[in-house]
């Protein structure tokens, strides 16, 4: 019998309290339903400027909901710029929704189930004085995030909680009239997952950036995506985890930034996929020029560490590629000085700058004049202009406009190299002074890059020898070509000990003789030339190579050359004359009857094109004591046979 009195009771309560919560929430929806927010605009627009000193306009309507949250909507939201800029406005959005729960608030907790912006326009505007329209908001973020303050964003001893935010079809403007900037951000769509006073999950953010400055720069697609962490008592934003993408290159880190109201510092980790380095190329509005241009896809990819302030930018632990080519090291820029200062020690294992269209290149003089510094390379395996050496050191030294090459040296096959260039750009055309030494160096080695310049003749397969080359050269001019174009100086090279396949130079003086006499010439036994010594001194001026004391003579000095005249690389010209001087004794292998005479003279004019030079050749023999006779023979060449032309 009690319990079912108490039973009754408690059926009693209850009913009584839902009806009491029912009356309530039916008072409260005659309260939100009777009174109009919009009737105290004024109200609400002047409290938040006494609060916040910030001036805002609310031209469209507010709508409010009180159960089973609290939401507010508002639209035509406009928010002033500083003194000065009243004209435009700072901050205009079209809707914004706020949606929080309603008994947390009751003990300081702001749980926020989204935030929803809808149309946010931001312009920023800078004057040609330096003042700039967005004071007034940088001050009110500064007054709601005091640095000891555990919970300033929201006031103090409230904790925030927001479960989602959504920002959709917005855009920010930059303008400087100071520096003649205009950037804008389209498109630009923003969610976030759960935020806390001090972080934010799961930043999904999507824009179009477009540079007005730069016309050649198209439209940049960037999307991110990562956490935030603010430390407000250390002014300091860390980017925890991200991924970034810019176009077709993606880059995956961590960057913290710190004192940023005093000496903002940038430091971090970033990553990269492989990109196609031409599209990237373009899409920062670097025009594409042969320097650009390069021989493979184009693919890269990099990795290091960086360190960033007011005074320098620090590279550190880099690893990069480009196709096959592998660098690391590290780079250093410092802007503490009236000019920029760099630092750096690059290491590649492999370079083939054959590859590379480096003969149209411009040398980037504006950019070389504006920085000072210094720096070391080193290249495990480089090919050049036709020469593969290894070791390679190349300390570098820019000074006011002076790039200086001091000491770089480098190991060849059975050779070393040294050598010092020194590059003037402070005039208008670059000036250029070059001197190197090779000793020991290969014969094969040097054929190779002679004949890549075009000075050996494409019947000569091989050179063997000991070489040295000592090339003293200036010139000026903005392009290799221009610079090869205007050499002048000096070059000397000699070869020891060794022979050239390919051209059987013997056989071919005994052969000539022989053509002259009309005798039977017999097959060469070899087609080779081996000689004892190859040297000459060229004098270089205007591109032109002029020598008078080529020499070469043969082993056991069968025949004895001296050459003098000119070659003009760049014309295609030259224009030579060699004195060839036979033991005609030693052309029994090579001619039927050749009985044993004194040494005959063959003498050789070289002229025309010196891709297809045209020879003459002049027969000088002592047949009696005091008489001497000439006989002027043209060699031409018939179906791949030489016939003698009087």
């Not at 929806?29 to 609400?44: E, F, G, R």
Request: proline share 3%; charged share 25%.
């Amino acid at each position: 019998m009690l319990k079912s009195k108490c039973n009754r009771w408690v059926l009693l309560l209850v009913k009584a309290v839902a009806a009491a919560v029912i009356v309530v929430v039916i008072c409260v929806a005659a309260l939100v339903v009777s009174i109009d927010v919009n009737d105290y605009k004024k109200q609400i627009t002047d409290l938040i400027k006494e609060k916040t000193g910030q001036q805002v306009r609310i031209n469209g309507k507010i709508k409010l909901a009180l159960f089973p949250w609290v939401g507010i909507k508002v639209s035509g939201i406009e928010i002033a710029g500083a003194a000065g800029f009243e004209q435009q406005a700072l901050l205009t959005i079209k809707r914004a929704d706020f949606h929080a729960r309603l008994m947390p608030l009751f003990n300081k907790r702001l749980q926020t189930i989204a935030i929803t912006l809808n149309g946010l326009k931001l312009n920023l505007v800078r004057d040609r004085s330096g003042q700039e329209n967005w004071v007034n908001l940088t001050r009110l973020l500064q007054r709601l995030s005091p640095a000891k303050q555990d919970n300033a964003i929201v006031g103090p001893g409230v904790a925030l909680s927001i479960k989602k935010i959504s920002i959709t079809d917005s855009r920010l403007e930059y303008r400087d009239f100071k520096n003649s900037k205009r950037i804008y951000v389209q498109n630009l769509n923003l969610t976030s997952g759960e935020v806390g006073n001090r972080w934010i999950n799961d930043v999904n953010i999507e824009l179009d950036y477009i540079d007005h400055a730069n016309k050649s720069l198209q439209p940049v697609f960037i999307k991110y995506e990562g956490g935030i962490v603010y430390q407000p008592e250390q002014s300091t934003i860390q980017f925890k985890a991200f991924k970034l993408a810019l176009g077709n290159i993606k880059l995956e880190g961590d960057i913290r930034l710190s004192a940023l109201h005093t000496h903002p510092h940038l430091a971090g980790h970033l990553s990269s996929n492989r990109f196609k380095l031409h599209k990237t190329l373009a899409l920062l509005g670097m025009t594409s020029t042969s320097l650009l241009t390069l021989p493979g896809p184009g693919r890269a990819k990099f990795d290091f560490n960086f360190n960033y302030d007011s005074t320098q930018l620090r590279l550190s632990q880099i690893k990069a590629s480009v196709d096959e080519l592998q660098a690391s090291g590290d780079v250093r820029f410092q802007f503490d000085g009236l000019s920029p200062r760099f630092f750096y020690d690059i290491k590649l294992d492999k370079l083939n700058l054959d590859r590379y269209p480096i003969y149209a290149t411009k040398l980037p003089v504006k950019q070389i004049r504006r920085f000072n510094g210094r720096g070391r390379l080193r290249i495990d395996d480089l090919h050049a202009f036709g020469l593969r050496s290894t070791e390679v050191n190349i300390p570098l030294l820019v000074n006011n406009g002076i790039i200086n090459i001091t000491g770089a040296t480098a190991k060849l096959k059975a050779g070393t190299y040294r050598g010092d260039l020194t590059i003037d750009v402070r005039k208008t055309v670059p000036r250029v002074r070059l001197k190197e030494s090779i000793r020991g160096l290969s014969g094969t080695t040097l054929y190779r890059w002679l004949s890549s310049t075009a000075i050996f003749p494409q019947a000569i397969s091989r050179l063997s020898g000991r070489a040295t080359l000592k090339v003293d050269l200036n010139s000026q001019g903005n392009t290799y070509r221009e610079i090869m174009r205007h050499l002048q100086g000096h070059i000397d090279f000699s070869i020891v000990d060794g022979q050239v396949r390919g051209v059987n130079l013997v056989h071919a003086a005994c052969r000539t003789l022989a053509l002259s006499q009309k005798r039977i010439v017999r097959p060469a036994e070899s087609d080779s030339t081996q000689f004892s010594v190859i040297a000459a001194k060229f004098n270089v001026k205007r591109g032109v190579f002029r020598n008078n004391d080529f020499y070469l003579a043969s082993s056991g000095r069968v025949i004895r050359v001296r050459g003098k005249g000119w070659a003009d690389l760049w014309r295609d010209r030259i224009k030579y004359r060699l004195q060839a001087k036979l033991d005609q004794s030693r052309c029994q292998s090579h001619v039927a009857g050749a009985a044993k005479r004194k040494p005959t003279l063959l003498k050789y004019w070289v002229t025309g094109r010196l891709s297809k030079p045209q020879v003459k050749v002049v027969i000088k023999s002592k047949r009696r004591r005091h008489t001497r006779k000439t006989r002027k023979i043209k060699i031409v060449r018939h179906g791949g046979k030489m016939r003698a032309q009087k």
